[in-house]
């Protein structure tokens, strides 16, 4: 992490406020994941999925982050950022970052996890180490499995290089005709589908350890019999990123969802911003592959293990439970628990879910209660992200086949599911529900379902929000609130910014929630503001805030104010932060944690002192980043019921507070180092304690 750096000073600032540089803080956070794959106290296979995500998150920082970097090099933009690293500065801040964590993370796949594998009889072969009877196997294998799906291409004048999907994986060969007296060094690629298993066990109906061999040790081994009369002089595989910035101009597009099929088939064509491969290959083919890519050396990766760690997940999920985390089971919310009495219950009491600990069924089982309770009339829903068997897609659209009046916002362009929103958005199209794809030019990213209710005279209006997506399999993984209320003052609101989204409004007006792009971030900066107020007249002033991202430069500027006037801020940010904290004269009052653990931190939650009142407490689905606060529909609710909002004080952000297992302290130089605790104490999780109470309300 780069020196922060430093710009003119805010009004009424004593010192120049500074900022992190995004991309990197962000690579800082990949980091802190790796050290979870590194850590011996987990267990070995959870081990290698954090290993997994490592990979996977450095695979879609190429594709979007460092492709916009080369874009912006490309078209002469050389104007620095708030941080002072113009585009060029920082691919190369990226490179060295990169190259040392690409170094740590197959170190700890070569020397941890590769030999603690092997010492559970889990071991993993090369072409070279495999035995008589192993070779005629893997031999059998390709023949039978591999052979009839490859097509090997040629490299000459009359076979251009062939247009490689982005992150297949491919071997490169040279070849030799042994008839002539002259070495040719013919080249050809092998692509590799991606329907083949990139992790073959061998002899599956043998007996003694699990052996296992990558599929590309495999072809490079066989690859001589696709090229019979050549001799294989060398194999390497590789693969290829590509950019995978999906471009819309919606004001252009006549129907955007078949414009965004359009674009996803460009993808896979999409300029390259990075090539992988096997350390070991010659000079000569490393040279080939760089020049018809057209990629300069800058973006090019010799790796000293498997192409794509990513496939080992599958290793991850053998069925061994002893070498995983001890099994977890949601606990099913006592005001929930029997779904026929849902709206009874929410019209007695709001009703806060803490995910995975709590079980996101409650959630399911609101949306299919209303799909088939005779009284309600509507339901409107937004779509960000599902799972792809969606529970919650098929019960909007039983509804619309009950005869409800059935609304759903999908949003198309949430990057990297578009191609499954597409599909769901043509199901419930087909079903007869009223598809909407929100705000030209904004994702809608705010989660909310409004379910509307006959009840006698009235109509009843109730509300669901959140802080994740409406995705039951991630809400295993990931934590996050939700929250159910009848009030009427959030759900006019909820009702309101709904018909703004389906409809026409050009100013929108809502007066509990804040909503992006209307009043968001002018109201979250009016609340900083007023904690500062408040200090700088010796009242109690305090902000708490738990969050993914922190990037917008007003908001930092805001904080950085807040700090020199004395307000006490606790900042929880997982990912990437760009504030600089414990600065004397700047921001000496504000301290950042970030938690990485066996649960994906995906809260965002902000408690704000407000002497005077009772403090405010505000959850929803927006970091603390420009696209939120103005390209994004956000939303963020108070949390109004005095028992949830103790709860909240009291043991959510309280205890987040206390971990000291799995949180890193940023500080002003940029580093992360594990949160300190007394000499003497345990290490204290937060996640272990939240699901240890949930086991406790179970057990009640």
Not at 313 to 332: E, G, I, M
Request: charged share 25%; hydrophobic share 40%.
């Amino acid at each position: 992490m780069p020196s922060p750096r430093r710009t003119p000073a805010t009004a009424n600032s004593t010192v120049a406020p500074a900022y992190f540089n995004r991309e990197l803080s962000w690579l800082a956070f990949n980091r802190r994941v790796l050290e979870q794959a590194q850590n011996e106290r987990h267990p070995l296979l959870e081990r290698v999925r954090f290993l997994t995500i490592v990979a996977n998150n450095l695979d879609e920082f190429f594709e979007i982050r460092v492709a916009g970097l080369m874009q912006q090099m490309d078209s002469g933009v050389a104007e620095p950022g708030p941080d002072g690293l113009d585009p060029r500065d920082q691919l190369r801040r990226i490179r060295t970052v990169v190259d040392a964590m690409l170094a740590d993370q197959y170190r700890c796949w070569t020397e941890q996890l590769l030999p603690a594998l092997a010492a559970e009889n889990i071991r993993f072969k090369s072409a070279a180490d495999l035995t008589r009877r192993e070779l005629a196997w893997v031999r059998a294998y390709f023949r039978e499995q591999v052979y009839p799906v490859l097509t090997p291409l040629a490299l000459d004048q009359s076979h251009p290089f062939p247009q490689l999907g982005n992150k297949t994986l491919n071997i490169v060969v040279s070849l030799d005709n042994p008839a002539t007296p002259v070495v040719e060094r013919s080249v050809a690629i092998l692509p590799v589908p991606r329907i083949l298993p990139r992790l073959v066990t061998i002899a599956p109906a043998g007996r003694g350890p699990e052996r296992t061999i990558l599929l590309s040790e495999i072809i490079k081994l066989c690859a001589g019999e696709l090229f019979p009369g050549y001799r294989l002089t060398g194999a390497f595989a590789f693969r290829v990123t590509r950019n995978s910035d999906l471009y819309i101009d919606e004001e252009e597009s006549a129907n955007l969802l078949k414009k965004i099929e359009e674009e996803l088939r460009n993808l896979r064509r999409g300029a390259a911003v990075r090539l992988e491969v096997e350390d070991g290959i010659d000079d000569a083919l490393f040279a080939t592959l760089c020049a018809h890519l057209e990629l300069k050396r800058d973006y090019v990766f010799k790796l000293k293990g498997p192409i794509n760690p990513v496939r080992l997940q599958s290793l991850a999920d053998l069925p061994r439970p002893d070498l995983k985390f001890p099994p977890f089971t949601p606990v099913h919310a006592p005001p929930l628990h029997d779904a026929t009495r849902i709206f009874e219950v929410l019209r007695q009491q709001d009703v806060l879910l803490h995910h995975p600990y709590d079980a996101f069924s409650a959630v399911v089982e609101f949306v299919e209660q209303a799909a088939r309770d005779p009284l309600v009339v509507a339901i409107k829903q937004t779509f960000y992200r599902t799972s792809g068997d969606s529970p919650l897609v098929r019960a909007l659209i039983e509804a619309s086949q009950n005869g409800k009046q059935v609304t759903a916002l999908v949003e198309l362009k949430a990057r990297f599911d578009e191609a499954n929103n597409i599909q769901w958005a043509r199901q419930l199209e087909e079903a007869g529900v009223h598809v909407v794809y929100g705000l030209i030019g904004h994702k809608t990213h705010c989660k909310m379902c409004l379910v509307v209710r006959r009840e006698g005279r009235r109509m009843v209006h109730y509300a669901h929000l959140g802080t994740g997506n409406y995705n039951p399999r991630t809400a295993r993984l990931y934590t996050d609130l939700s929250y159910f209320t009848v009030r009427t003052n959030i759900t006019r609101d909820v009702a309101h910014l709904f018909n703004t989204l389906t409809g026409f409004g050009r100013s929108p007006r809502f007066r509990h929630l804040l909503v992006a792009p209307y009043n968001l971030h002018s109201r979250l900066l009016g609340l900083i503001a007023r904690e500062r107020r408040q200090a700088a007249k010796g009242k109690p002033a305090r902000i708490i805030a738990n969050m993914n991202s922190l990037v917008d430069r007003a908001t930092i500027d805001a904080l950085y104010l807040a700090s020199q006037a004395g307000v006490k801020i606790d900042l929880i940010v997982r990912g990437t932060c760009c504030l600089v904290p414990g600065v004397t004269g700047l921001s000496e009052n504000i301290r950042v944690r970030s938690l990485v653990g066996r649960f994906l931190e995906h809260i965002r939650v902000f408690y704000f002192e407000n002497s005077g009142g009772a403090p405010l407490i505000l959850a929803g689905s927006a970091d603390w980043m420009p696209r939120n606060f103005f390209r994004r529909v956000e939303v963020l609710f108070p949390i109004q019921d005095p028992k949830l909002r103790r709860w909240v004080m009291e043991e959510l952000l309280p205890t987040e507070l206390r971990d000291t297992a799995n949180t890193h302290v940023l500080l002003p130089s940029g580093a992360y180092v594990p949160a300190s605790r007394q000499a003497g104490a345990r290490a204290f999780s937060a996640q272990a304690h939240f699901m240890a109470e949930a086991g406790r309300r179970a057990r009640e």
